[in-house]
């Protein structure tokens, strides 16, 4: 009795067993068939974004250029020129294209501040006149480097109060040591991140600079 059952049952599971092996070619049949369309799906939104990040880049580089139409020197923007700004931050603030573009970044970044710091001390050690150094390093105090000031920078607090002194009577170098430590903060953080940034890749992939002047 106990074998009669036993093979009642195989009997009992044929039909399930047999009725699965339908289903599986179909599931199969249709994963052969769905994942070519899948691929190809996925290399048109590749195609499309790398059509997106070229518009981008023109369109960035035409705004990079009327930026500077007015100026005596007319460069055009190479793609060369973007290369080597992957090179060194030096490398980026010698361009002046590579400078704005940077600095739109930082304005992304919400830290422009430090770019800015960095421009102003550079002009500010240009000035000859007592009266207007004394002007302007008073100015440049009260915008970045006192407590809570409107574009206050990341610098530390020896720093911060050396400078205080140092306005009192200030000369061209005076704003030196922080702007060694903003630069240092823009080459170790924000420039890696530049680099990798949808902004800088856009231009890369741009492969038409040319851009109508008006």
């Not at 793609?79 to 600095?103: C, I, V």
């Not at 992304?108 to 000859?128: A, G, P, Q, R």
Request: hydrophobic share 35%.
């Amino acid at each position: 009795m106990m074998a009669s059952g036993l093979l009642s049952d195989r009997v009992l599971q044929g039909p399930c067993l047999k009725s699965k092996a339908p289903a599986q070619v179909l599931s199969l049949e249709k994963s052969l068939i769905t994942a070519p369309l899948k691929r190809s799906q996925q290399l048109n939104m590749e195609r499309e974004d790398r059509k997106r990040s070229r518009s981008l880049g023109k369109d960035f580089i035409c705004r990079l250029q009327c930026m500077f139409v007015n100026t005596s020197s007319m460069e055009t923007l190479t793609p060369e020129e973007m290369l080597l700004w992957s090179q060194s931050l030096d490398k980026l603030l010698q361009s002046k294209y590579g400078m704005a573009t940077f600095h739109s970044f930082l304005k992304v970044e919400f830290s422009d501040e430090n770019m800015e710091f960095w421009l102003t001390c550079e002009e500010y050690k240009k000035i000859k006149s007592s009266n207007k150094l004394n002007a302007k390093a008073k100015k440049i105090y009260e915008q970045y480097i006192q407590a809570e000031a409107p574009k206050e920078i990341n610098i530390d607090h020896h720093t911060r109060e050396t400078i205080k002194r140092n306005v009192m009577s200030p000369t061209t170098i005076c704003f030196d040591e922080a702007q060694k430590i903003v630069y240092g903060l823009m080459e170790r953080d924000s420039y890696p991140r530049f680099l990798r940034s949808d902004i800088y890749r856009s231009l890369l992939n741009s492969t038409d600079t040319d851009c109508p002047r008006g």
